[in-house]
């Protein structure tokens, strides 16, 4: 029974301190599918998930889902301290409770169980009430192996949180960036269309290099740290998922549809938001589940939406490349995202962007671009009252 107490410990305490090495420590992605980390999420978020979807308000359903990952977070520094606290335990029961205890006598080795675990739980959190007394030198060494393994837990969350939320803010600021240049949800025709003014070009070639470097930042922090995915965004139309799934819809059309000097940054940002896209999905081993298919009822950008979207770039003063081959070529590079995109989004629920915004009686855009106009062609008319005014005093 010693024997068995000990390995016990042992393989709780030796899981904790690979997991936390994994999860906080080492700057790539984890490996291991029975991690503590790994199972705790997994799991937990299909529970979680499941009862989120039998709620029928879709914005009380966000909310649920908007919980999860900043909760998930306090209890899986909970399981790491309650398994350290449970695996010293163990430790302690197999050197035979080598304790004196005030309360219930001198410990024998049938002593009660619950003296062993409440060392373990004052020594893991460093209260030193220093009540019960080990009478072992092996004892004694385990409590001060425990101390420092306390004082080393609580650095580490005091040091993995803040890195945690800046990484979280710092996404988060991009997302509410392109609100204001692709909408809410973020379409690619919607981001084009804004952008289809005398230096669009140029202004869209620097938005592009900002998102490849925005993936890239997405890349490093959430394949460190995967928890980060499941943090959702302040607003419900607006996710870090349907943003990336945008730009690459908008590089797609840039380098299959569209004409102009963006093709070339697009090609550039289509590869660093696919790698991160695909490398997000295989964390969460979602790459194998068969459950996008472009096909009927499933399918993104059916003909019928395809010829809209169309209408719609022409309609901003896009140059189209109007070859019969567009389309396929467009279907071409959407295979290569659009199947990883739907697992990730079948799996965090969150909804992918469509490619055309839907008509809204209030667009803000369009108010302001309707202001801008109607204030220009009063300038225009000022001028010329101007200079005709100029022309009468002149002659």
Same mark, same amino acid.
């Given at each position: 029974? *010693? ?28 490996s ?21 979807q039998?709620?029928k ?11 999860f ?58 209260l ?6 080990p ?42 960036l ?54 959702? /965004? ?21 380098? /299959? ?17 696919? *790698? ?46 109007g ?19 739907g697992a ?52």
């Open positions: 029974m *010693h024997l068995v107490a000990i390995i016990a410990g042992m393989v709780c305490c030796l899981s904790v301190f690979v997991d936390a090495f994994q999860t906080i420590v080492l700057p790539r992605r984890p291991g599918r029975f991690r503590i980390t790994r199972l705790f999420l997994t799991f937990g978020w299909a529970w979680w998930a499941a009862m989120g039998r709620m308000d879709a914005k009380a359903r966000e909310q649920i889902y908007s919980i990952g900043p909760l998930s977070l306090i209890l899986l520094l909970l399981l790491w301290g309650a398994l350290l606290v449970f695996g010293f335990s163990f430790l302690f029961y197999g050197l035979g409770s080598p304790f004196h205890d005030p309360m219930g006598g001198p410990a024998k080795a049938s002593s009660p169980y619950e003296t062993d675990l409440y060392v373990s739980g004052t020594t893991l959190f460093t030193g009430i220093g009540d019960v007394l009478h072992k030198l092996a004892a004694r060494s385990l409590i001060v192996l425990e101390s420092g393994v306390g004082l080393g837990f609580i650095a580490l969350v005091i040091g993995y949180l803040p890195v945690l939320y800046q990484s979280f803010s710092k996404r988060e600021v991009n997302i509410a392109l609100d204001a240049r692709a909408g809410s949800p973020p379409t690619a025709a919607e981001l084009l269309r804004r952008h289809g003014f005398e230096g669009g070009e140029e202004a869209m070639t620097k938005l592009l290099e900002e998102w490849e470097r925005w993936s890239a930042e997405i890349l490093e922090s959430h394949i460190s740290y995967p928890i980060l995915c499941y943090y959702r /965004s302040q607003h419900d139309t607006q996710s870090w998922l349907s943003a990336l799934v945008a730009i690459l819809d908008t590089c797609a059309l840039l380098i /299959s549809v569209l004409e102009g000097a963006p093709s070339r940054q697009a090609q550039l940002t289509f590869v660093m938001a696919r *790698h991160a896209l695909i490398d997000l999905g295989q964390v969460f081993h979602v790459q194998d589940k068969e459950i996008w298919k472009l096909q009927e009822g499933k399918d993104r950008l059916p003909p019928g939406e395809f010829e809209r979207l169309c209408h719609a770039l022409v309609d901003a003063n896009l140059r189209i490349c070859d019969a081959d567009s389309a396929r070529r467009l279907h071409t590079i959407r295979a290569r995202y659009e199947q990883a995109a990730l989004s079948d799996y965090l629920r969150m909804p992918l962007p469509p490619w055309v915004p839907e008509r809204k009686d209030k667009d803000q855009w369009s108010v302001l671009t309707q202001l801008r106009s109607e204030a220009e062609a009063s300038a225009g008319k000022r001028s010329t009252w101007a200079l005709l005014h100029h022309d009468d005093h002149g002659h």
